[in-house]
């Protein structure tokens, strides 16, 4: 390219080199690096969007679908539910063992009425489809917004029921659901509530004054079908300890009344702990149902409350002294005698629960009445305190 040069009368000449395009390089360069940017600007953000909705779903999952929490030796333990398996993995000994648990369709579950509500969970009735047979069940489950411990509970929940198998003297599981990373636990359904309000409810002295004095009677329950239910619990427990199982709440309000007037231990907030499955999560402790050792006293009267009108700290100071509940006017010696073996100091003088059961048992067929259900001059029941049963 010829071009005049800026000294007036003097010629030169420049040479100016062009790309292939016929631009000049410098502005090609500037070109290739703005597309080459503009490129990797929109991969960099795909990417970022694409990681970002995978932690975000991920999280989601994780945080619906495994649950952990400490067992009695100190393990962390992760339980993963998915497709009718618990999978557990402890730390430092991990067990990927699936632990496997009856599946229940979402469509074969007809939800009902509410008849249990708490501050985290609920139970509701309702009918479900299992092996193609309809039944009644109760089904538990969370609230939303429940804690990872609230999670932790219900899933150790299950995985006790699973371990625990079927018996006839406590709630079974029926099976359990997940739907939309939520678990659904469905367990036997129990007509008359818990043994507390039933036993409660018998009371005809006080429900139903006429009643009583027509019939002659305080209860609308017999000897026998009391007995029954002391013998029930006891087989029930009794099956507990041969799957080495600790309930340490153990009183009428944890009991249930299933068809024919069966009792059953409900109830199965466990953990875990070495080869013995303990209750840990009790909240305020049950002092007036606690062995002298752990303050733990199991009596139930007509539903009404041990050591009536007596505080705990006067348990405290009394029981370790040899103080015990004294006899009730409508119990027969027998049966008071069985409940003092039962409260002894020493554990192992305490007869274990088949003993129990069949001492019970043997009373059951002895068809003799043991608790005096017939009115009498100044009948009274066993107190009922309401501040102090919560203590």
Not at 7 to 27: D, L, Q
Not at 46 to 65: D, E, G, H, Q, T
Not at 357 to 376: C, D, G, T
Request: charged share 25%; aromatic share 10%.
């Amino acid at each position: 390219v010829r071009a005049f040069s800026k000294v007036p009368g003097e010629w030169s000449k420049i040479t100016v080199r062009k790309s292939y395009f016929g631009r000049p390089m410098a502005e090609d360069h500037q070109l290739l690096w703005a597309v080459v940017g503009s490129v990797a600007v929109t991969c960099v953000t795909i990417l970022l969007a694409l990681l970002i909705l995978f932690y975000i779903s991920k999280s989601v999952l994780k945080r619906k679908r495994t649950f952990t929490y400490q067992s009695g030796s100190g393990e962390e333990t992760i339980l993963q539910f998915n497709s009718g398996t618990l999978t557990l993995t402890r730390r430092p000994k991990p067990s990927t063992e699936p632990l496997t648990y009856p599946i229940l369709e979402w469509e074969d579950i007809k939800f009902e009425d509410v008849i249990g509500e708490g501050n985290f969970g609920q139970v509701i009735k309702a009918m479900v489809k299992k092996d193609g047979i309809k039944m009644s069940a109760a089904i538990k489950m969370l609230k939303e917004f429940s804690s990872e411990n609230d999670h932790r509970d219900f899933a150790g929940e299950l995985e006790v029921l699973c371990k625990l198998g079927q018996h006839p003297n406590i709630i079974n599981l029926i099976g359990a659901c997940e739907n939309r990373g939520y678990l659904y636990i469905a367990i036997e359904y129990a007509p008359y509530g818990n043994l507390l309000d039933f036993l409660r409810k018998s009371r005809v002295l006080e429900t139903d004054p006429a009643f009583a004095k027509e019939h002659g009677t305080a209860s609308t329950l017999t000897s026998q079908q009391l007995l029954q239910f002391a013998a029930d619990v006891a087989t029930g427990m009794h099956y507990l300890g041969d799957k080495q199982f600790i309930h340490r709440d153990l009183a009428a309000r944890n009991v249930l009344v299933g068809d024919n007037l069966v009792a059953k231990i409900a109830d199965f907030g466990l953990s875990r702990g070495e080869e013995v499955y303990v209750k840990k999560t009790m909240g305020r402790l049950p002092v007036r149902w606690m062995a002298i050792e752990s303050l733990n006293y199991i009596f139930c009267g007509f539903g009404g409350t041990p050591y009536c009108g007596m505080t705990c700290a006067e348990l405290y100071e009394k029981l370790p002294q040899g103080y015990r509940m004294e006899q009730p006017r409508n119990c027969d010696d027998e049966v008071y005698e069985l409940m003092r073996q039962c409260w002894r100091d020493r554990p192992y003088e305490r007869p274990p629960f088949s003993q129990i059961s069949v001492q019970l048992n043997r009373m059951q067929e002895a068809r003799k009445v043991y608790v005096n259900m017939a009115l009498f001059e100044n009948f009274t029941y066993a107190g009922i305190d309401a501040t102090a049963e919560e203590a």
